[in-house]
């Protein structure tokens, strides 16, 4: 018999928003140091949507379009304060890190820092 997969967490759970504002904040990462534009509110939402799907859970579009707005403050500190080499890194630790089997010190500390984000700022409806 093959064991069933474990359901994963609802996607309004605080992990799983956590998680989001993680891969949303990569994702802004390395469309900046690709592209040299930074996604609007709007693809960071959608970008959210998609990553659900991935995992058949959905958020309201409101809770996306916060959790897209909080990706972005972190994306924009972060290519604020390093260099574009260390930025590009730090973009590649964290879409590593994406997957769960890769072990990382710097995506653990970002991931610390999205949870800091979301407790300041944990948006309509989560207080």
Sequence with gaps: MIPSAASPPPADSRG??????????AERL???YEHGQWPTEAQGATLAAD???????TLPLVERRHLSDLSDQLARQIAGTLSREAGLYTTH?????????YESELAQSLM????????????????
């Design 30 to 32: 390395s469309i900046w």
């Design 93 to 101: 630790e964290m879409m590593e890190a994406l997957d769960p089997n």
């Design 16 to 25: 799983s928003r956590v998680a989001l504002i993680f891969a949303l904040t």
């Design 51 to 57: 990553w659900l799907a991935r995992t058949r859970r």
């Design 112 to 127: 610390a820092e999205c949870q800091r984000l979301l407790d300041a700022d944990p948006g309509p409806g989560q207080a």
